[in-house]
């Protein structure tokens, strides 16, 4: 729909109206300034109708005092959202223009029109300082009283609206959001709380700034706040904002939000986890509800796309597991619920055992064998991650000094670093700490990091890399392929060895087979020795080895086990250990 356009005589009539008055069109999810009076040209302290209009619809609230400025904006916004004729628009502000030394009260008030079939709003501005300045003392007292409400209605929206968003804070939503949805159940309509969160939000500003990330998150407010209404949407805190809507156009609403979202910031933006949970008129609390949300919402592992979970009982179950693992974490360290699991590394060309890869289980004495998939991200979120893999090191330095000292001998053994383990200051004195006091030789040890460390700080793992190196250590990159590759990283970062992610096996089409024979190709003219992870068929070792792979693993030549059983699978399968490293 076009914006409407006044003729000639009407424009010049509204234009030389003796009151401050401005008429507004709301269109294209904006609002437009139509036309504005001289007089609202001096109130405002505009030089001209052009200079009036270019800031209106530019910068409409660009001389509103500070704490006044959210809600204002809320005032606005509610009224051009309004249906019908019904509405009003009334609110008191201050303001100061650039021809004034002290700040005015403004008093705003207006309704709807109708125009043909185009809907205008008419508002009136009335100057109320000059007002009470002309009725001496009794208009003091009635500009402090006025002051006092401006400052009254600042302090109420400041404590139930969101200063950066103009959203409904955490408190006011559950407060408000209540009655509304105990209407929707009278009427046989069912809730739905949406629990919004956006990914890797720190990981943005510290590449960034912070105030690229403030503009991410007021974009997406607003993207919210037109597809579900101000009332039934807020910023609970940080990158987490809760709406509630109606169940039954709720997925066309999410699907229309998503696809804006990817165009916002200039496209320089981040993906969604939306968390969704169905409130029943069954005695759930609405903050409860919002909780279940958060649960389905943190469900979601995700990286690279925006995602919509509806919660279940398994993400209770999930949520409770989660909670388990964060209340025992400790002590299943201290009781060794947690063991260091080895895999075998096989030569390709040899089949001889060149190394192992330190894993972790938790035997729990509640839920049994908790998998790595289960505690390992909920350590990672909550910073525990790093004294997880510093327990793994020294675990396999006490297994090589038993071992040497009853005079056996271990073929090598690598240990995973998280991306989290890099912010420990110390991380490289640390890992070498515990070799020295166990007296293992940093041959023994090979360091894996994941090729998704890289995705927040290559700088920084570039330096940790050279530490190691100059200490005498080797790296790997680990998962190459899993989705964060950069030639760039290979180029800058100086690794002895490349772990071919498990997922070109996985899916071992014949163009994954052209990609692992260039990769292998491609690391052997730069001098990076290969290892293909995943590997469980004969077709997958012999092509492996056709290409010129030199090292695999894989349930083809052994799952995880205790490190005893090591050695009893080696002689069973008769595969010779190479106790050099290498």
Known sequence: ???????????????????????????????????????????????????????????????????????????????????????????????????????????????????????????????????????????????????????????????????????????????????????????????????????????????????????????????????????????????????????????QKLERLLKKTDQINKGNNLPLKVGAYILRDDGTSLSVACYRAKMASDSITEQTASDVVYFTDDIMRQTAMHRHVLRCFENALREEWIEVYYQPVIRTRTQKACGTEALVRWNDPIYGMISPGQFIPALEENGLVCQLDLYVVEQVCKNYRKLTDEGRSMVPASVNLSRKDLLHADLVRTIDSILERYNVPRSFINIEITESAFVEGKEQIGRLIEQFHNLGYKVWMDDFGSGYSSLGVLKDCSFDELKIDMSFLSNFTDKAQKILRSVVHMAGEIGIRTLAEGVETAEQYDFLKDIGCEKIQGYYFGRPMKLPEVFEYFQERGIQPEYAAG
């Open 1 to 251: 729909m076009e914006i409407y356009q006044f003729g000639p005589d009407t424009r010049a009539f509204l234009e030389k109206m003796p009151v401050p008055v401005a008429v507004y069109q709301y269109q294209n999810n904006r609002i437009n300034s139509l036309v504005v009076s001289e007089a609202l040209l001096k109130l405002f302290g505009y030089d001209s109708i052009k200079e009036g209009l270019l800031y209106l619809n530019n910068d409409m609230y660009r001389d509103v005092h500070p704490e006044d400025l959210a809600r204002v904006e809320e005032a606005g916004y509610r009224f051009a959202m309004q249906e019908g004729l019904s509405g009003k628009y009334d609110i008191v502000y201050r303001n100061k223009n650039k021809y004034q030394d002290s700040y005015h009260i403004i008093h705003g008030t207006g309704r709807h029109i109708m125009m043909g079939h185009d809907r205008l709003a008419v508002i009136i501005y009335t100057d109320e300082t000059d007002t009470i300045d002309s009725t001496g003392g009794v208009g003091s007292t009635l500009k402090h009283a006025l002051e006092s409400h401006v400052l009254a209605q600042s302090t109420a929206h400041t404590s139930h609206y969101d200063d950066l968003t103009g959203l409904q804070n955490m408190k006011h939503f559950l407060i408000s959001a209540r009655p509304q949805i105990q209407e929707m159940w009278k009427t046989g309509k069912t809730p739905l709380i949406l629990y919004f969160n956006m990914r890797n939000l720190k990981a943005f500003n510290n590449r960034f700034g912070f105030h690229e990330g403030d503009i991410l998150l007021q974009e997406l407010a607003i993207l919210i706040r037109e597809e579900f209404g101000l009332d039934k949407s807020s910023r609970f805190e940080s990158d987490h904002f809760v709406v509630y809507t109606e169940l039954q156009d709720a997925d």
